[in-house]
């Protein structure tokens, strides 16, 4: 039998336009809506994990993880150029909040593939601003889920 060391890290990793579901400000949600598409469907739905979560998350706690890594949709927390939805912040600060109280590492990933159309329509990362739109983003990212995690919201 293979031991693993003190420590180690059982996790398991979701996408949020994956699980999420109704991503619909993001560039994939475009892709899959135009003909042709190279997707076999759009994602719709998907699992409604957005609603779900909890659930989800005592599900990986009963199997035994001990760490979960899912992604912020960045299109929900900011659909329109410098428009951040509070709504969305919260949302996942309860759910970093409600991984932690569940005895699980949140593992937060703040880009898998998705992006907001209008960061997309500007070019994305090639776009010279792109970068400092990431880092805006990934800053107030930091100020949600950062150290204070129960604290609440500082963005405005």
């Not at 979701?14 to 003909?35: I, K, P, R, Y």
């Not at 998907?46 to 005592?58: G, K, P, S, T, W």
Request: proline content about 4%; charged content about 20%.
């Amino acid at each position: 039998m293979t031991e693993f060391p003190e420590g180690f890290i059982w996790g398991t990793a979701t996408a949020a336009h994956q699980v999420e579901g109704n991503n619909t400000s993001n560039d994939f949600w475009l892709m899959e809506h135009t003909e042709p598409t190279m997707f076999k469907e759009p994602s719709g739905d998907a699992c409604d994990q957005f609603h779900l979560y909890e659930q989800d998350v005592r599900l990986l706690k009963e199997l035994g993880f001990n760490a979960y890594r899912f992604s912020v949709e960045w299109a929900r927390v900011e659909p329109e150029k410098g428009e951040v939805s509070n709504a969305a912040l919260e949302h996942y600060r309860r759910m970093t909040a409600f991984v932690r109280a569940q005895g699980l590492t949140p593992i937060v990933t703040l880009h898998h593939f998705t992006s907001p159309l209008w960061f997309a329509c500007e070019g994305g990362f090639a776009s010279e601003d792109g970068p400092a739109h990431f880092a805006n983003y990934a800053g107030i990212m930091a100020d949600v889920l950062g150290d204070n995690w129960g604290a609440g919201l500082h963005h405005q």
